[in-house]
């Protein structure tokens, strides 16, 4: 059984492809088409994830998404009779439905030399999330939870996953959402783009939770481990708050309403400094997602008693509230897939459907989040020998090195050296998160490194915290909490004792957003980190995504271009060294 999971017409859009209970291929539509966080039809990932399964749209059985217009649908009548919202949102929210053509016709016009015969199946919202999440995850029991802005009418979704079953208990209907709680008051502290989330979340740690009776006017909980919303403070539910895509690129209007500017004070501009109090906004807004995160998870384990829980939706993004789970709860294992927004729904679509046609979970944990494309030697070879024009001009040399430890080793090398390295290997990551294979290298012991990568590549906002990419086996040693993060998904305490050591990817409270690798999962990426270990008795990298204010890269023509932008130093392609000279990389 061949099955086809998307996620489209939405943000992130994105499609996969599992045979037989196997993921075989996974990516986002914004990697294809150079647009962060692409709307749309996801039809460049479907023609990857055919390419990689080798096979046609005709060999196709099922095609599941992740949205079912006739969920909920009681509440949806009810609402509309009882709150009357305004005739501009009813009819915006009509218009939008019908941009979404048939999956069908879609396949069709994109592929139009192929014949799709199978079925269309349509997977509610947040079905789709936690099946993203406990059926690919390790357990066999386990709290499930769905929390997001919105998706069918719902914005959380929550119950318990035994075997290959999830029975949903609770949801959070329209317009109640702690998505749109965040993502409101991320638009009040001058973070107005689709997913300024998580700068909220770097900026949090500057300041102090005092804005919190606020907050708790703003957000409520419920005995069941809900929330309800004071809907004084919001747009959403009787406005027509604009969600459109403009050529691929999502974006979304104005969330709060003015009564949110008299209870917390003018909203800040862009274009404005960030002062004390924005800096204790976000700390407010942090603290109060997760006291809300928190209640509705104590809550289920009152009621389950499992150890376990997994968690999917947009929210499932907040790795500060991940990384204190296991202190604010009693739970003492967790799961998060790599791509757990509206991206993973694609793989929750096709899981949720594999489930019920065959009563059967994934044919193995996702332990890994490797399923975009690779690019062979002689790709990577044909993409140096069109830009050598470009490379003697940069005063690069192109050096083959055919031996992965020697390659390891001199990448280690100039990492230590403080050079800053543009790493290309193997598939590339699903979900945001750069891991290994599409990621910008850089010495973590380095107090300036932050300094030096915004000023070379990133120019992003210097509150903004790096990452760590750590040795699994090395991470008790390092970090507060001992556990596999593979994902990026979780932020610890880095212990007392080595944040001097490793000043690059130590935020402001001692805290680091890790990455835990395993050999099995890259053993390239794997050997390398023991390198740098070898040389320098320090068991990570800095890894940041491979991009430059753009989607992470993702063909090696991609990489050559914002290595040859930046001023990077190094760049490993496959098993080719580029090396900058060295006046070049002064400069």
Not at 132 to 148: I, K, Q, W
Not at 189 to 215: C, H, I, N, R, W
Not at 512 to 533: D, K, M, S, W
Not at 566 to 585: C, H, I, K, Q, S
Request: hydrophobic share 45%.
């Amino acid at each position: 059984m061949i099955i086809l999971g998307l996620n489209a017409y939405h943000a992130d859009s994105a499609a996969c492809l599992v045979r037989d209970g196997e993921l075989i291929a996974a990516a986002e539509e914004e990697r294809f088409r150079r647009i962060k966080h692409w709307a749309g039809f996801p039809s460049e990932a479907i023609r990857y994830c055919l390419e990689e399964a080798g096979i046609g749209l005709g060999a196709v059985d099922h095609v599941a998404i992740n949205r079912d217009p006739k969920a909920n649908f009681w509440p949806k009548i009810r609402y509309t009779l009882t709150k009357r919202p305004s005739p501009a949102l009813v009819l915006a929210r009509l218009r939008n439905r019908a941009r979404w053509g048939g999956v069908a016709e879609e396949l069709a016009s994109a592929f139009p030399n192929q014949r799709f015969g199978g079925a269309v199946h349509e997977i509610e919202h947040h079905l789709a999330h936690l099946a993203s999440a406990f059926l690919v995850s390790p357990f066999e029991e386990a709290a499930v939870v769905s929390v997001d802005g919105f998706g069918d009418f719902s914005s959380a979704a929550w119950g318990i996953g035994r075997g290959a079953e999830i029975a949903v208990e609770g949801r959070v209907l329209f317009p109640h959402s702690l998505g749109i709680f965040y993502q409101a008051l991320t638009q009040h502290l001058g973070f107005p783009k689709y997913g300024d989330e998580y700068k909220v979340m770097g900026l949090a740690p500057y300041g102090a939770p005092t804005m919190m009776d606020s907050m708790r006017r703003i957000v409520r909980l419920e005995e069941d481990g809900g929330f309800r919303l004071d809907l004084r403070y919001f747009r959403h539910h009787a406005e027509n708050v604009a969600y459109e895509w403009v050529g691929g690129e999502p974006k979304v209007g104005t969330l709060f309403a003015p009564a949110l500017e008299d209870l917390l004070g003018p909203a800040r501009r862009p274009d404005e400094p960030l002062e004390a109090r924005h800096h204790d906004l976000a700390r407010s807004i942090q603290a109060m997602f997760e006291e809300a995160v928190f209640h509705l998870y104590r809550t289920l384990h009152a009621r389950h008693g499992t150890d376990a829980i997994v968690i999917a939706g947009g929210c499932a993004f907040n790795s500060v509230a991940n990384g204190r789970l296991y202190a604010a709860t009693p739970f003492k294992r967790s799961y998060i897939q790599s791509a757990a927004g509206d991206a993973g729904g694609a793989i929750g679509a096709a899981y949720a459907l594999w489930q019920r046609e065959t009563g059967k979970r994934a044919a193995a944990p996702m332990t890994h989040a490797y399923w975009g494309p690779a690019f062979d030697a002689a790709a990577i070879r044909a993409t140096l020998d069109a830009g050598r024009t470009e490379l003697e001009a940069a005063g690069c040399t192109v050096e083959e090195i055919a031996d992965e430890d020697m390659l390891c080793r001199r990448t280690a090398e100039a990492i230590a050296a403080g050079k800053v390295i543009g790493w290309f290997q193997g598939r590339m990551e699903w979900g945001p998160r750069a891991l290994g294979n599409r990621s910008i290298l850089a010495d973590p012991r380095r107090a300036d490194m932050r300094d030096i990568l915004n000023l070379k590549i990133k120019r992003r906002e210097s509150f903004r915290p790096f990452a760590p990419s750590i040795l699994r086996e090395a991470t008790a040693t390092w970090f507060e909490t001992d556990d596999s993060v593979p994902f990026m998904m979780k932020v610890f305490q880095v212990r007392e004792e080595q944040r001097d050591r490793i000043p690059a990817v130590t935020h402001v409270d001692g805290s680091g957003r890790l990455q835990t690798v395993e050999r099995a999962a890259n053993p390239r990426y794997h050997r390398l980190i023991e390198c740098f270990a070898e040389q320098t008795g320090v068991p990570m990298v800095l890894n940041t995504s491979f991009n430059e204010n753009e989607p992470v890269v993702c063909r090696p023509e991609e990489a050559l271009a914002c290595f040859l932008r930046t001023n990077m130093d190094v760049l490993v392609l496959g098993d080719y060294f580029v090396a900058r000279a060295e006046e070049a990389t002064d400069s």
